[in-house]
């Protein structure tokens, strides 16, 4: 069940600071989507390809969809042809390819590159310098790459109780970003996005300078994985 009280205070914060939902519908019938999209959303984020295409197909088109999870290359694809934003890009190689599909079908794809802040082995993403070097490859290669627009970072936290962990954590992506959109050689005017925050810690996130979070179970309640 769509919790619409709590869909209804969370879009009210966010707006007076101008941060950005991406309502997480994963593993949620369309139903639940339309539910929050008659109240006015309009971005919403999986992570399963078969099931975001599934849905793009059967949902209403000015939705706009948010690939917010690990992405396979063969899977890019799939996808090209109508997502709004892919959100945890970590790899030259993800990015030649999304380049590519956009480019097939005509049209331009934002990206977000995907740092690991957290002190997790499980989790992607790029540490600083690798990110630096991936927007030197970038940069000397733009002229190929024309069908990309990277648009800022994203970044998830440990998963731990610890409130200050977390802040230090979403502290120093923030940092980084601003170092990034304002002082290196990477600085562009479309570079404006950093994702960080979902359910259990967006309002850290936000007082750390978050301006899009990705937010589910607040939204959607608790998901079931068993049939996967
Ligand atoms: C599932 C997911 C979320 C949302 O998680 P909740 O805790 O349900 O808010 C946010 N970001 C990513 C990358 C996810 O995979």
Redesign the pocket.
Known sequence: MVNTDSYREIITYLNSKKVTL?A?S?TKPKEQILELYNLGQRDF?E?YVQELVEKYSELPKDIHWHY??HLQTNKVKDIAPFVYMI??VDSFKLLTEINKYALKNNRTINILLQMCIADEETKFGLDEKELLVLLEYYEAQKKTLENIKICGL?G?ATNTDDNEKIKTEFNRLHQFFLHIAETTFFAKPYFTICSI????D?LIAIEQGSNL????????G??EYKNR
């Open positions: 991406v997480v994963k984020g992570n917010i999870g959100h945890a994203m998830m925050g979902m359910s259990s967006y979070v990705r937010i589910g179970s607040l939204l959607f608790a998901r």
